[in-house]
């Protein structure tokens, strides 16, 4: 499989396959990516750990990850996975580094695009930087098979902006009632502004099975009941302190430990989100109506 970082032009025109689900990709064709938001309404509940995590599993399993770091200011998938990327999509968008610089290669595989302050600098771009920029993001289109973003808690506006520009979106949630609130609040949004019809939601730091059990119990029926919004559970990661050890050692847990009880269910989230099939992405367009929709956000 060619690498990003050769990879040269690209293609928006024809049908699409998508990629990394149980689409039929027997059919001719260009490839194109799931792009996938991970939030949560408390901050601190998992998100960063998980997408690293979750994106070395869904690489470990033939698929070709990029995760982006869209929590702004902050650097913390680079730090989780012990890299220390120079440049970012900052650098991009100022003209001192090319797409292509801004790709580091990370662990098993995956590649990690830094943020930076980028994405807010879009509200600033010219149409034709962003012609610009869609295009040279238009490579990811060709070669990633999930686009991984890693967002900041909250409903601010930047984390909304993420939230209503991609098909897919993973809720973090904990069974602490404060975290089950604070998803609720996003869910909320969600739901007034009809930005997605469903919503995949994974249990962290849960006692065990039961206990996630329950907490998916309390939040599926206050989202279906009172917003009309479908819940896809993709599973649970339990309280291990081994997640503490890998973030100290600052080697991602799957890597640090694959045995622990925290990351032997990881791989588990990776096959359901894989096999999962959303009727939305068979109009899956990539990173250009991506990048178009999260300009357009960005400007308001
Ligand atoms: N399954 C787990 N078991 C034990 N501790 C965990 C688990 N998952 C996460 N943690 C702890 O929670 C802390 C926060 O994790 P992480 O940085 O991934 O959260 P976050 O949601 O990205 O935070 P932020 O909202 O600040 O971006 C970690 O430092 C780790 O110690
Ligand atoms: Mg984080």
Redesign the pocket.
């Known amino acids: 499989m060619k690498g990003l970082i050769d990879m040269k032009g690209v293609n928006f025109s024809g049908p699409r396959v998508i990629k990394g689900s149980n689409y039929d990709s027997s059919q001719p064709g260009t490839t194109t990516p799931r792009i996938i938001t991970v939030t ?1 309404g408390k ?8 997408s690293v995590n979750l994106g070395i599993s869904l690489a470990k399993a033939g698929n070709e990850v990029v995760i982006f770091d869209a ?1 702004l200011g ?1 650097a ?1 998938v680079e730090v ?1 996975s012990g890299l220390a990327p120079p440049l970012n999509l900052y650098d991009c968008l100022q003209g001192r580094a090319d797409i292509k610089d801004i790709i580091t290669p990370g662990p098993a595989g995956v590649k990690i695009i830094s943020g930076g302050s980028g994405f807010s600098e879009l509200a600033n771009l010219s149409s034709s930087s962003l012609q610009n920029l869609t295009d040279s993001l238009g490579i990811l289109d060709d070669e990633a098979d999930f686009i991984i973003i ?1 967002t ?2 909250g409903i601010s506006k930047n984390v909304l902006a993420f939230v209503a520009s991609v098909k897919e979106l993973i809720l ?1 949630l904990t069974p602490e009632p404060t975290s089950i609130t604070d998803a609720y609040s996003i869910a909320k949004v969600i739901s007034k502004y009809s930005l997605h019809s469903e919503i995949n939601v994974i249990i ?2 849960a006692a065990g099975q039961k206990d996630a059990g329950q907490t998916l119990m309390k939040f599926e029926r206050a989202c279906l009941n009172f917003l009309g919004l479908s819940v896809n559970y993709l599973g649970y ?5 081994t ?2 050890e890998a ?1 100290k050692a600052q080697v991602p847990l799957l890597i640090y430990k694959a045995n622990s009880p ?1 990351a032997k269910c990881i791989p588990k989230i990776g096959d359901n989100l894989s096999n999962k099939c959303n009727e939305d992405l068979s109009v899956n367009t990539g990173i250009r109506e991506f990048t178009g929709k999260l300009a357009r956000l960005f400007r308001r």
């Open positions: 949560s901050g601190g509940v998992g998100k960063t750990s998980l929590d902050l913390n989780i890693d900041a808690a973090v962290n730091r990661v339990p309280e291990d302190k997640v503490f973030i925290a």
